[in-house]
């Protein structure tokens, strides 16, 4: 069992940089594959970025290339996302997730998913 909790979201200016995190508990952190969503205001919860169990693989949407980092910290238990960039349709609520699955799934795909954290708000305003 893992427990995700998001942190750091808030408001920031277009152009601007925001770094959020997710905290887990629970054993076996490192054997992880987690990724980040978002859900703007009306629209669909979309893939942002994902990082393997040992944070030497990285993925991201076209939408945030370039502009975004994932990378985590096992022995913190901690995976960040920095947003530098940051345009005002970057605006939504950002998800962390996790799976024990390490190959062999859409990692795009919400229902790859085992473990959801509740989530934080990042609003970037023009």
């Known amino acids: 069992q893992v427990q995700l909790v998001e942190s750091g979201g808030g408001l920031a200016q277009a152009g601007g940089s925001l770094r959020v995190s997710c905290a887990a508990s629970g054993r076996f952190f490192s054997n992880f594959f987690i990724a980040w969503f978002r859900q703007g205001p009306g629209k669909e919860r979309d893939f942002v970025a994902a990082?393997?169990?040992?944070?030497?693989?990285?993925y991201y949407a076209d939408s945030v290339k370039g502009r975004f980092t994932i990378s985590r910290d096992n022995a913190k238990n901690t995976v960040y996302l920095q947003m530098n960039t940051l345009k005002p349709e970057d605006t939504a609520v950002y998800y962390c997730?996790?799976?024990?699955?390490?190959?062999?799934?859409?990692?795009?795909?919400?229902?790859?998913?085992?473990?959801w954290g509740q989530g934080t708000q990042v609003t970037v305003s023009s």
């Open positions: 997730a996790a799976t024990n699955k390490q190959y062999g799934f859409d990692f795009r795909s919400l229902q790859s998913y085992d473990y």
């Open positions: 990082i393997n169990w040992s944070g030497a693989i990285t």
